[in-house]
């Protein structure tokens, strides 16, 4: 169903006068009291009263991940601590967190994003929706979890971790949803046919996201559990989870846009794409209090459509993600960036910053394996040394990066040394 | 006295372990014993070698992470119940092994290479017991029947 038929089906002179709108309010807010983004506009020679409408969007400055690090962790807040009623965070570049704020207010807009994504997958109050993301500082859990509560589904909150668990729950409470990245998906999907009891589930709908995946697998997890598959889009610096997802139709992702502005640019010389051409996608939040943001750069790289769907909805779609202008990696529905790797052993003294990242995927779950050398000043001719010393490691760079990793030991120099830029990373799924 | 063992830590890739013994044997540098201690992903390759520092540096210029490290070498009898000896007194002194191999030779007697826990305290309870280790030049030239 269309859970905000007024949103969701606007013509597009109405949402172009919604967005101009509610984009003059925020930029005059954000003007006055994120010193970052005035500063900017000042060395740009913008002032509020520049930007009329949509059409002036081009005017504003761009927003990075770096902007987000560079006011660590509070400097882009638009509101005083007192407002803030949730923090979120997810992986920087390298050791600090890119950490959000939420007032009461975004909270609810944000509940409500998701609530249009699960009845837009026909969920309803009838529903046992199992949330299996992460609960935490991750945006995946609560995310879902408050989404699915707006609609008045019954919420079971797994998180992750314990696929045995969740399968005799799924099978006892007669979960009809689930809501977790793909590939754990097909995890799940496996462990039950190996258990012989595919017949005892009942799921008829799936939401996932937070890691991309092919219309092949989408294939797979709809025969395997005979079950509607859905994508969902987010990311915690425009939202969380339910920036975009798609319909029955699965031709793209509906961008909420009466609360983010999508822009395709070209990421080499950063002017807008045409409707269709891919480029890099970016978003301008125009409701968000807690954190707004201008031109967010996702680096995710897709194209837009502005055609009504034959679902009815106006929103603008973009189309299945098809790679990334930077070097993230999104490993188990987690966002990992080399750099994160690098200053992790760098905290480490018995290690040298040359390390390879190798991802793959086994049984549908996603396993990192890392490279590192092993040096003459570290070099014990006791297992149990470098046994305790590859440990060691691997705890660095699991708290760094949130996800258990497979340390291996190599031969010094057999990592090839940074010329430029050297090959940090060989990821070995094969999304098809 | 104690003698140098040259270790090596070796990738298990094929060739590596090859590629170490034509490196000494290029430079006729002859392995008296070794042991080699394999886990999933590396190996270790311990030896007691005919010249340890030369062959430290020869395989380092390889590439290879190699280092020499202090071990015994006990002087045992050829029959049953010598190495169970040894090792209780090894152990009524509160020492642990972290490794031992034989340094192999055909006779009545042979040698046990060992690394202990704490090497010249392992020295001293057992030359109070009365063994004898091998001196260092003793274990070098130890299986080395080259022409010279």
Not at chain 1, 182 to 198: D, F, R, V
Not at chain 1, 248 to 277: A, M, Q, R, S
Request: glycine share 6%; with cysteine; net charge negative.
């Amino acid at each position: 169903m269309i859970w905000n038929e007024a949103k969701e089906c606007m013509s597009r002179d109405e949402m172009t006068n919604l967005q101009s709108a509610r984009l003059r309010k925020m930029v005059n807010r954000v003007y006055h009291s994120v010193e970052h983004y005035r500063r900017k506009m000042q060395q740009m020679g913008i002032e509020p009263g520049d930007i009329k409408g949509v059409e002036d969007l081009g005017k504003l400055p761009f927003t990075t991940k770096s902007d987000l690090r560079d006011t660590y962790p509070f400097g882009l807040f638009a509101v005083p601590q007192s407002e803030i009623v949730r923090i979120h965070a997810s992986s920087g570049t390298t050791g600090k967190a890119t950490v959000v704020g939420y007032t009461r207010k975004d909270i609810e807009i944000w509940q409500e994003c998701v609530t249009r994504v699960l009845a837009m997958a026909g969920i309803g109050i009838n529903d046992k929706i199992q949330v299996a993301y992460g609960y935490g500082l991750f945006t995946g859990g609560l995310g879902l979890h408050y989404g699915a509560e707006n609609l008045g589904a019954t919420v079971v909150p797994m998180s992750t971790g314990n696929t045995q668990r969740l399968i005799t729950m799924m099978e006892d409470f007669e979960v009809t949803a689930i809501a977790c990245t793909p590939s754990y998906l097909l995890h799940i999907a496996e462990t039950i046919q190996e258990a012989g009891k595919l017949d005892k589930i009942r799921l008829k709908a799936a939401i996932c996201g937070a890691e991309p995946w092919t219309d092949n697998m989408r294939n797979e997890i709809e025969d395997k559990l005979h079950l509607k598959a859905y994508d969902i889009y987010g990311l915690s610096e425009i939202l969380g989870p339910g920036v975009a997802a798609d319909c029955e139709y699965h031709k793209g992702l509906h961008v909420y846009e009466d609360h983010f502005i999508p822009e395709i640019i070209n990421p080499e010389t950063l002017e807008p794409c045409k409707e269709g051409e891919t480029g890099e996608l970016v978003f301008t939040t125009i409701t968000k209090e807690g954190i707004p943001l201008f031109r967010y750069r996702t680096r995710d790289l897709t194209s837009i459509s502005y055609d009504k769907c034959e679902c009815g909805r106006t929103l603008a779609r973009i189309s299945r993600f098809k790679g990334r202008s930077d070097d993230m990696l999104i490993i188990r529905g987690v966002n990992v960036f080399p750099s994160q790797v690098e200053a992790a052993l760098l905290e480490v003294a018995e290690t040298s910053p040359h390390y390879m990242m190798i991802v793959d995927r086994v049984n549908n779950l996603d396993i990192l394996e890392v490279q590192v050398e092993v040096e003459e000043r570290f070099f014990s001719d006791e297992i149990r040394e470098l046994e305790m010393l590859t440990k060691k490691i691997s705890h660095v760079l699991q708290s760094a990066l949130g996800i258990s990793v497979k340390v291996t030991l190599v031969e010094p120099k057999t990592i090839a040394r940074s010329e430029g830029k050297a090959k940090r990373v060989i990821d070995k799924r094969k999304l098809v | 006295m104690v003698i140098k063992q040259l270790s090596v830590f070796l990738e298990n890739k094929e060739g590596r372990l090859e590629r170490v013994t034509e490196v000494l044997s290029a430079h006729n540098i002859n392995i008296a014993s070794f042991s080699l201690a394999d886990t999933s992903e590396y190996g270790l390759l311990r030896m007691i070698v005919s010249d340890p520092e030369e062959g430290k540096r020869l395989l380092k210029e390889e590439g290879f992470s190699a280092k020499l490290t202090d071990v015994i070498a006990v002087k045992i009898l050829q029959k049953p119940g010598t190495l169970h000896e040894v090792l209780k007194v090894i152990s009524e002194a509160g020492l642990s092994v972290e490794y031992m191999y034989t340094l192999a030779t055909a006779g009545k007697s042979t040698s046990i290479i060992m690394k202990a826990s704490n090497l010249s305290r392992a020295l001293e309870v057992l030359t109070a017991n009365g063994y004898q280790v091998c001196t260092d030049k003793e274990a070098y030239e130890i299986n080395n029947y080259v022409e010279k």
